[in-house]
């Protein structure tokens, strides 16, 4: 079994692991704008804690997005310079599937949408086949509108729903299966990229690139009064 490290700041909790073998060490501590100062000690005190050194690992991970777009950079630039450093490949692992995979462990099984709260009115969201195998992207994750994601997921009757972006879509997904609540994100992460691994994923260090899907990150004022204005005008 592989020595791994693993690194997720793509939402407000900061997710750190470290395995090897069938022995897990796991972090979850705040994230968001505290990532970028904590997320190296919180490295440092999982390898003290398993009495292993960077030379040690196989492969560091980190989670590629979609999500923050601080907290993106953060990891990914933390498993560069790292696997750098220490001369080891990279493993890229999709944020949204972290969440379906702690849904997996949880007992769902078939198919699930992730949802993610994106700020600004929208959802990063994704489906995933989850069996006892593993989970199965079966299509790339993207950037939706709560509207346009409810005509999505009306083709899907079946799916199960997860993630914290389940309140933006209000009462109108009530009807659907639901698994709102993660059980252990680095846990989930820990195991996808042991998963990784063993599918033989490994990039080079300078290959390590996050995955955005939002290209604009803030509006402008004039956009901000628009939306203001717009939702009192379809205000009851």
Request: charged letters at 20%; hydrophobic letters at 50%.
């Given at each position: 079994m592989p020595a791994l490290l693993s690194l997720d700041a793509s939402t407000e909790t900061l997710a750190v692991a470290l395995s090897q073998g069938e022995r897990v060490w796991a972090s979850e501590t705040a994230g968001g704008a505290?990532?970028?100062?904590?997320?190296?000690?919180?490295?440092?005190?999982?390898?003290?804690?398993?009495?292993?050194?960077?030379?040690?690992?196989?492969?560091?991970?980190?989670?590629?997005?979609?999500?923050?777009?601080?907290?993106l950079r953060t990891a990914c630039a933390a498993a560069q310079g790292l696997a750098f450093g220490a001369d080891k490949p990279v493993l890229a692992i999709d944020s949204l599937m972290v969440v379906a995979e702690d849904a997996r462990?949880?007992?769902?099984?078939?198919?699930?949408?992730?949802?993610?709260?994106?700020?600004?009115?929208?959802?990063?969201?994704?489906?995933?086949?989850?069996?006892?195998?593993?989970?199965l992207a079966q299509a790339e994750p993207a950037l939706y509108s709560p509207a346009a994601l409810l005509e999505r997921l009306a083709?899907?009757?079946?799916?199960?729903?997860?993630?914290?972006?389940?309140?933006?879509?209000?009462?109108?997904?009530g009807g659907a299966p639901s698994i709102p609540l993660l059980a252990s994100r680095a846990q989930a992460l820990d195991r996808l990229a042991r998963a990784a691994w063993a599918r033989g994923e490994q990039l080079d260090a300078a290959e390590a690139l996050p995955v955005y899907v939002r290209d604009k990150v803030a509006l402008t004022t004039a956009e901000r009064e628009q939306r203001a204005a717009d939702a009192a005008l379809s205000a009851p």
């Open positions: 505290q990532a970028s100062a904590q997320l190296l000690p919180e490295v440092q005190r999982l390898l003290r804690e398993a009495g292993l050194r960077l030379s040690d690992l196989d492969a560091i991970a980190f989670a590629r997005g979609p999500g923050a777009f601080t907290g462990a949880q007992g769902a099984r078939g198919l699930a949408w992730v949802l993610v709260d994106a700020r600004m009115g929208e959802l990063y969201a994704a489906p995933y086949l989850l069996d006892d195998a593993g989970c083709a899907e009757p079946a799916a199960t729903l997860v993630g914290n972006g389940l309140p933006l879509l209000g009462e109108a997904a």
